[in-house]
């Protein structure tokens, strides 16, 4: 087996995998959009209200109200790249967070108000400064509340895997030793001892049960690949597709031990690591 480049099937699973989540992601995005909208439209008059004897749909504002929210959504969304690849991928803080929201309601700021004054201007009629500023904030709230349900789960996600100087404190008898998350290449069972394997390659054991250890640590960084070990996202090396479904799992060089330098993943725990591997 070739270890130093993925192999075809491991992109091919991989891609497919990205794709898909990708697809998912986009349509909860945009059940967001359509619930944010129907719920604004419904509020905005008493006529709108589902009960009343003069209901109507109201089609004419959810229509120009999805409308706004995608271009929201576009406005926010290469800022929201913008950020992970600047700030979010190092550290979440609550500082980079509050300037995230800022710039999207800046860069709305920017595009509402000449947006607004071109379409007085068009309808014939006049700008007055306090409706501006009035339907300014409005906006500004709406989009705010918005732009937070759209990312709320992609900012917890990056702050999850953002954690990476996180430590454990290995027991071992009467010995403890910190350990970041860094330091660990996996954690295996063996004969019913457990051992914390570094990335210099030295093991160490602990009085831990994997499934202690497995509800102690970061799962965005750690993978309980099967009953025996627990990996860390770097020590993978290399995926292969194999029979019935399930993968193979090459690991890193610094693992020495054969019975663990390459694992099965079951068909049933596949699409659970892809989606963690990516």
């Given at each position: 087996?070739?270890?130093?480049?993925?192999?075809?099937?491991?992109?091919?699973?991989?891609?497919?995998?990205?794709i898909s989540s990708s697809r998912w992601?986009?349509?909860?995005?945009?059940?967001?959009?359509?619930?944010?909208?129907?719920?604004?439209?419904?509020?905005?008059?008493?006529?709108?209200?589902?009960?009343?004897?003069?209901?109507?749909?109201?089609?004419?504002?959810?229509?120009?109200?999805?409308?706004?929210?995608?271009?929201?959504?576009?406005?926010?969304?290469?800022?929201?790249?913008?950020?992970?690849?600047?700030?979010?991928?190092?550290?979440?803080?609550?500082?980079?967070?509050?300037?995230?929201?800022?710039?999207?309601?800046?860069?709305?700021?920017?595009?509402?108000?000449?947006?607004?004054?071109?379409?007085?201007?068009?309808?014939?009629?006049?700008?007055?400064?306090?409706y501006l500023l009035i339907g300014l904030?409005?906006?500004?709230?709406?989009?705010?509340?918005?732009?937070?349900?759209?990312?709320?789960?992609?900012?917890?996600?990056?702050?999850?895997?953002?954690?990476?100087?996180?430590?454990?404190?290995?027991?071992?008898?009467?010995?403890?030793?910190?350990?970041?998350?860094?330091?660990?290449?996996?954690?295996?069972?063996?004969?019913?001892?457990?051992?914390?394997?570094?990335?210099?390659?030295?093991?160490?054991?602990?009085?831990?049960?994997?499934?202690?250890?497995?509800?102690?640590?970061?799962?965005?960084?750690?993978?309980?690949?099967?009953?025996?070990?627990?990996?860390?996202?770097?020590?993978?090396?290399?995926?292969?597709?194999?029979?019935?479904?399930?993968?193979?799992?090459?690991?890193?060089?610094?693992?020495?031990?054969?019975?663990?330098?390459?694992?099965?993943?079951?068909?049933?725990?596949?699409?659970?690591?892809?989606?963690?591997?990516?």
């Amino acid at each position: 087996m070739n270890t130093t480049q993925p192999t075809k099937n491991t992109i091919k699973i991989i891609s497919d995998t990205f794709i898909s989540s990708s697809r998912w992601r986009w349509f909860k995005k945009g059940v967001v959009l359509i619930v944010f909208s129907l719920i604004i439209n419904h509020l905005a008059s008493r006529d709108s209200f589902p009960g009343s004897e003069s209901y109507r749909f109201p089609i004419e504002g959810f229509l120009s109200s999805i409308a706004l929210c995608i271009l929201i959504g576009i406005v926010a969304d290469l800022n929201f790249k913008f950020y992970k690849k600047k700030y979010f991928y190092k550290k979440v803080e609550i500082v980079t967070v509050i300037w995230f929201m800022t710039s999207n309601l800046l860069y709305i700021t920017i595009i509402y108000i000449p947006v607004n004054i071109i379409l007085n201007i068009i309808a014939g009629g006049q700008t007055e400064f306090y409706y501006l500023l009035i339907g300014l904030l409005i906006t500004l709230l709406l989009c705010f509340i918005l732009i937070g349900l759209l990312y709320v789960q992609d900012i917890y996600n990056l702050y999850k895997l953002s954690i990476k100087e996180a430590e454990i404190t290995i027991e071992s008898g009467a010995k403890m030793t910190k350990l970041t998350y860094e330091d660990i290449a996996c954690f295996y069972s063996e004969n019913k001892i457990v051992y914390t394997i570094r990335k210099d390659g030295t093991a160490i054991t602990t009085d831990f049960t994997l499934n202690e250890l497995e509800e102690k640590i970061n799962d965005q960084l750690f993978f309980r690949a099967n009953r025996q070990i627990i990996i860390h996202k770097d020590t993978v090396d290399q995926i292969e597709k194999i029979e019935n479904g399930k993968l193979c799992i090459q690991l890193k060089d610094f693992i020495k031990n054969d019975t663990i330098t390459k694992i099965n993943i079951s068909r049933y725990k596949r699409k659970d690591f892809l989606n963690w591997f990516q």
